[in-house]
């Protein structure tokens, strides 16, 4: 049975409103945690730097912090809760190694959330909340090189569409 589903898109591509929705139509109790969790976590500035371009610096002492971050996910799943998490995967398949290493011996269902450079950048600026530039640089970079067993494209289905195809795709 599937323990977790690591969701991994550009941001503003819609992964934290399909998590919610597959908190809402799966049969059982799955925990949402996203990498906007663990950057709520951190000191402001000092570990992740978002650029007015919208470029996102990661500092060395993320590393350490990430697979902190990475083994409670697997040792709360381990222990028998079902998680969504929320990711992006800045550095494509290099990102996505660490988790793939952690969650070693757990059922993940990997899956990509693509959305159009456009689409994300015109919901971006209807959010506010990102630093604009952020939804376009990241639409395409975080997929390149990655392992997916499935993907959704909230820039032609809805958010319960995509949600009801994964949730279709969990075992």
Same mark, same amino acid.
């Given at each position: ?102 969650? *070693?011996?757990? #059922? ?7 959305? %159009?450079? !456009?689409? @994300?950048?015109? =919901? $971006?600026? &209807? ?13 395409? *970079?975080?997929? #390149? ?7 959704? %494209?909230? !820039?032609? @289905?809805?958010? =319960? $569409?995509? &949600? ?8």
């Amino acid at each position: 049975m599937t323990q977790i589903i690591v969701l991994n898109g550009g941001s503003s591509s819609g992964k934290t409103s399909i998590a919610r929705e597959l908190q809402a139509i799966l049969p059982e109790v799955w925990l949402t945690f996203g990498v906007d969790t663990l950057g709520e976590a951190l000191p402001p500035d000092r570990v992740i730097v978002f650029e007015p371009d919208g470029t996102v610096v990661v500092r060395p002492e993320y590393r350490a912090l990430e697979a902190a971050w990475i083994s409670g996910i697997a040792a709360m799943a381990r222990a028998g809760a079902r998680i969504v998490v929320d990711e992006v995967f800045l550095g494509g398949a290099r990102s996505q190694k660490p988790w793939q290493d952690g969650l *070693a011996g757990l #059922e993940v269902l990997w899956v990509g959330v693509r959305c %159009d450079p !456009g689409v @994300a950048a015109a =919901r $971006e600026r &209807a959010r506010g909340d990102r630093v604009t530039g952020m939804a376009a640089s990241q639409a395409v *970079a975080v997929h #390149e090189g990655v392992t997916y067993d499935l993907e959704v %494209d909230t !820039g032609h @289905a809805d958010v =319960r $569409e995509c &949600a009801a195809r994964i949730a279709a795709a969990v075992r």
